[in-house]
Antibody, heavy 119, light 107 residues
């Protein structure tokens, strides 16, 4: 069974940093490109970052470019999101999601981890 | 970026009835369109991809259609577990963008 489990969320002050993790199991993690998607409280879904299976290519939404960094460790079957210079509007639930195949739709999602940016 | 517009924002339906949700793209996305269901407090779940292909384990009462800029998701005979928010997403062009969602609520 494919599972994605996020961790690392929490309360952080504006301007602070946080590192999210997503551990995959039940599939060959190193074969799949991965994404981070977030959802502000009571709002819709926003894709924010993508990384290829090898980690050689990454994409970011304009809203996080220059502040967030996506990375992965295939040996640990883990995906990461380093979030710096956090703003109030970065608050929400952060999901990791697997690409069905590269550059396509998301076939599996984690349960999410909550990030709250507040002073 | 491709803007995805869903309508209506909220759809009130009685259990057992059918529902049709719409999604329009600001430019052609061919058939690179997915639908996701999100129940309260849960992560999104893939329903449809390629505009009309049901994902593994998705009941046949869910069907998708359309191509280019206009798409629809039809749910036949709504079951209690179908009352949720539904999002469309295009994956034709970066960034991959979602619609704002349609909430299907019990009438």
């Amino acid at each position: 069974e494919v599972q994605l489990v996020e961790s690392g969320g929490g309360l952080v002050k504006p301007g602070g940093s946080l590192r999210l993790s997503c551990e995959g199991s039940g599939f060959t993690f190193s074969s799949y490109s991965m994404n981070w998607v977030r959802q502000a409280p009571g709002k819709g879904l926003e894709w924010i970052s993508y990384i290829t299976s090898t980690g050689s290519t990454t994409y970011y939404a304009d809203s996080v470019k220059g502040r967030f960094t996506i990375s992965r460790d295939n040996a640990k079957k883990s995906l990461y999101l380093q979030m710096n210079s956090l703003r109030d509007e970065d608050s929400g639930v952060y999901y990791c999601a697997r690409d069905y195949v590269a550059f396509r739709h998301f076939d599996y999602w984690g349960q999410g981890t909550v990030v709250t940016v507040s002073s | 970026e491709v803007v995805m517009t869903q309508s209506p924002a909220t759809l009130s339906v009685s259990p057992g009835e059918g529902a049709t949700l719409s999604c329009r793209a600001s430019q052609s996305v061919s058939s690179y369109l997915a639908w996701y269901q999100q129940r309260p407090g849960q992560a999104p779940r893939l329903l449809i991809y390629g505009a009309s292909t049901r994902a593994t384990g998705i009941p046949a009462r869910f069907s998708g259609s359309g191509s280019g800029t206009d798409f629809s998701l039809t749910i036949n005979s709504l079951q209690p577990e179908d009352f949720a928010v539904y999002y469309c997403q295009q994956y034709s062009k970066w960034p991959k963008t979602f619609g704002q969602g349609t909430k299907v609520e019990i009438k």
